[in-house]
């Protein structure tokens, strides 16, 4: 190890963090395995009333048992590989590296320069993941997904994607930059609040270009043919007083079988997207009940109250940051030697907020059981107001089913992998909570 302080407490609390998450995942995996070996095949009892639920024979029950055990042990050398490199360029003095070559004279002593320090060690710093990620994705989406008749990817388009994505990522990753050491250059003892503020603004402004800009440069987005689908469609949007650009088609196909519908964007450039899997899946009938769950979280108003509950997280999140990237013992224990007794340069405080930001992203899933908690609570509440505002639960449940069968989603997961992982309640429980009597 190249000066690595491993009795540092940043470094104990990243290395901590690191493995705690490794093997907390790796237990609730194996527990999800165990479970699912002792429910594969069965047909739940809570199916057994609903015509839809046919589609659950025992060739399907096999399958979903088959790509969920393919997808478990698929990931667990993905997982250590994962935290093996994670830990090595961490503790092997790997950064302190990279920020030398980073520097051209030494401490940078203006503000391009310092931009320009940042985005190469950010952007070289992502290259080993890069790297590594490649075979796995290749392997998850050319054997896996097209085993289980998934994937309709080439290998063109494929490499077309990930070009695309990597650039997509390094402009908004230069913009955040250039923003950060704007604020950290110009408020030097309060750039976390300005930050918190930066970060907001940033998630606006991309809730507004994601559909416009982003969006299509990876796939194709066509307004919705007239027909009974789209006129149930603009019949729930004028009932729920929703006012958007339009219903669009996704070429989701193009890629692959799985299928979703969403909202994006803000303002004007609201808009309601179906893949065309979907729309090849479902009835018109469980179209409308599912565009009217996603109606309720828009009228509920889930997004705006978490935007609102994330505030106070954001800029705790930030002073967290903001103190770790002024602490000469983040840089020390890392290896870094550039700080002259007690004083780190501003100009490179943009490595503690990379080696900050590395240590909590380590701890952050902790949290998980609380947000995806809230999540599952937002989900009940979409259900049951698709439910009022169509009156007709029965479509919304046998739409939901069609989407497990032919997404291959695990009917009966563990429910403490569950409690942990889910962002949304599981089948059965939407299905118990639908059709509750009012």
């Known amino acids: 190890m190249n000066n690595i302080n491993i009795s540092n407490p940043f470094v104990i609390l990243f290395v901590a963090g690191t493995l705690l998450s490794f093997f907390v995942n790796q237990i609730l995996d194996f527990i ?19 015509p839809s639920a046919a589609v659950f024979d025992r060739e399907k029950l096999k399958k979903i048992s088959d790509y969920e055990n393919v997808k478990y042990f698929f990931s667990i050398p993905q997982a250590v590989v994962s935290v093996a490199l994670t830990l090595f ?9 990279l920020l030398n070559k980073c520097l051209f004279n030494g401490i940078p002593s203006g503000f391009i320069q310092t931009f320009i320090s940042a985005f190469l060690f950010f952007f070289l710093a992502s290259i080993p993941e890069l790297i590594i990620s490649v075979p796995f994705s290749l392997y998850s989406e050319f054997k896996i997904e097209k085993q289980f008749g998934f994937s309709k990817m080439t290998l063109k388009l494929w ?19 250039f923003a950060m050491i704007g604020v950290m250059s110009a408020f030097p003892k309060f750039w976390w609040i300005f930050l918190a503020a930066v970060m907001f ?7 507004v270009l994601y559909p416009l800009v982003i969006a299509p440069v990876f796939n194709k987005f066509s307004p919705l043919e007239d027909g009974e689908l789209k006129t149930r469609l603009e019949n729930l949007l004028a009932k729920t007083g929703f006012k958007s650009s339009g219903v669009f088609l996704m070429d989701a196909s193009k890629r692959s079988g799985h299928s979703n519908a969403y909202f994006g964007g803000m303002g004007k450039s609201k ?3 179906l893949f065309d899997t979907l729309v090849s899946q479902l009835t018109p009938q469980e179209i409308e009940a599912v565009l009217g769950h996603e109606l309720g979280h828009y009228k509920l108003k889930h997004i705006v109250k978490r935007f609102v509950l994330s505030v106070p997280f954001v800029v705790l999140l930030m002073y967290l940051l903001f103190f770790c990237s002024t602490h000469i013992s983040i840089y020390t224990g ?19 907020l990379f080696l900050s930001s590395m ?22 509440q979409a259900d049951n107001f698709s439910k009022e505002i169509t009156k007709n639960p029965d479509a919304l449940v046998s739409g939901l089913i069609k989407l497990n069968s032919e997404n291959l ?14 962002s949304h309640p599981t089948l059965l429980e939407r299905i118990k909570n639908l059709t509750l009597k009012s």
């Open 271 to 273: 808009r309601i997207v």
């Open 334 to 352: 890392f290896g870094f030697g550039f700080c002259e007794g007690a004083i780190v340069p501003p100009s490179l405080q943009f490595v503690g």
């Open 89 to 97: 360029l961490a503790l092997s003095g790997f950064y302190p590296w």
């Open 201 to 207: 603004l940033f998630s606006l402004v991309m809730q």
């Open 159 to 177: 490499l077309l994607d990930q070009v695309k994505g990597f650039i997509v990522s390094m402009i908004f990753t230069a913009i955040l930059l």
């Open 32 to 50: 999800n395995f165990l479970s699912r070996k002792k429910t594969s095949g069965v047909f739940p009892k809570e199916l057994e009333n609903i």
């Open 359 to 380: 240590v909590w992203s380590e701890l952050s899933f902790l949290i998980t059981p609380v947000t995806n908690f809230m999540s599952r609570k937002d989900e009940y």
């Open 409 to 422: 989603s695990e009917l009966i997961p563990s429910k403490i992998y569950a409690f942990w992982n889910y």
